[in-house]
């Protein structure tokens, strides 16, 4: 540490600080308060600011809150005349627990957003959301070596609110009901047609195996799950695109609830590269035991860089493969700057 305006080979008013790799240290500067110049500096030791030399605690959480969003208006101009609202609100919480050989991790996610549209002197658009999600995942590992154990887990994922789709042009869409039937119907221009209700569709995940830690680096972890699992996927009459180009009519098949039995396996990773750059990917793959020439592939990306301490650009990518509900791949990918606060 040196003062404004001196350096280290001045050997006055500079501080060196040594700090263990992955440690905390606490350090203590005495300033002159009419110069400015440095007078001492020494490490506090853990029983000089009243804190245990080893940490007893067993519980650990934080609870992180973020927004982001956009207002943008144009009148009169050789541009789209019209105003844009946009917001969205993201809680993300994580409880863990680590004593002995026992570790318990409970992950808690929502995600919600919308998008208003006002063209200039016609009516508004309907709200839209743009995000919508509420996760939870609760894991248990009893580690009887440091890297290795059998694991537990549960796991829900759901949309809070109804899913429309917007037709910017009077639409005719083809329902293909799950009976065998379909329906057509006309949805006019700036109107919405429901797809989904809310609470749909819903994904419960159980399973239970092998959890190898193969990798724990404070710059780079890499994790491996294997097991038995169980795939309650509750879609419960939801509508899936699956368009046939050849034809002017949108055409969404409709998808019943139905449970699997199979096999489970996860990759997660983490890597945190210099500059505040963080990547995290969870890649989740599924083989039922009625279909196992048709495994599913559920892969989540995340990849932040930290501007400042609460402010980060994201990018969200997720890759989805599920061969029972519909045979193509989904991709749903954002860039997102966030103001984040954690409060735990």
Do not use: C
Not at 64 to 81: E, K, L, W
Not at 157 to 167: D, I, S
Not at 253 to 263: L, M
Request: charge should be neutral.
């Amino acid at each position: 540490m040196v003062k404004p305006g001196a350096n280290y080979r001045s050997t006055r008013n500079f501080a060196t600080v040594y700090v263990p790799e992955s440690a905390y240290v606490r350090y203590r500067l005495v300033t002159d308060p009419d110069t400015g110049d440095f007078l001492g500096s020494s490490t506090l030791l853990p029983e000089d600011f009243g804190a245990e030399r080893t940490s007893k605690r067993s519980w650990l959480g934080t609870l992180v809150i973020g927004v982001d969003g956009s207002f943008v208006q144009s009148h009169n101009t050789t541009a789209n005349n019209q105003h844009i609202i946009s917001g969205n609100l993201f809680i993300d919480g994580q409880v863990g627990f680590n004593r002995n050989n026992h570790r318990i991790v409970l992950l808690a996610q929502i995600e919600e957003g919308a998008q208003r549209i006002k063209p200039q002197n016609t009516n508004a658009l309907p709200i839209l959301k743009s995000r919508d999600l509420l996760r939870t995942d609760l894991l248990y590992t009893w580690f009887f070596r440091e890297d290795m154990g059998p694991y537990v887990r549960a796991a829900a994922e759901t949309r809070v609110f109804a899913t429309n789709v917007l037709a910017t042009e009077p639409t005719t869409f083809t329902l293909n009901n799950s009976d065998g039937t379909s329906t057509d119907v006309d949805v006019d221009a700036n109107e919405t047609l429901l797809i989904a209700k809310a609470g749909r569709p819903s994904i419960i995940r159980q399973g239970t195996g092998m959890n190898i830690r193969a990798i724990n680096r404070r710059w780079f972890t890499f994790n491996f799950r294997l097991g038995l699992g169980v795939r309650e996927q509750l879609f419960g009459g939801s509508y899936l695109l699956n368009d046939n180009s050849s034809t002017a009519a949108l055409e969404y098949d409709q998808v019943e609830s139905f449970n699997e039995v199979g096999i489970e396996s996860t990759i997660s990773a983490t890597a945190r590269l210099p500059g505040w750059v963080v990547y995290s990917m969870d890649l989740e793959l599924f083989e039922p035991f009625n279909a196992l020439t048709k495994p599913s592939a559920e892969w989540r990306n995340t990849f932040s860089l930290r501007i400042t301490r609460n402010l980060s650009a994201n990018y969200f990518a997720d890759i989805d493969y599920l061969p029972q509900v519909v045979d193509k791949v989904q991709i749903q990918h954002s860039v997102v700057l966030r103001a984040a606060f954690t409060l735990l």
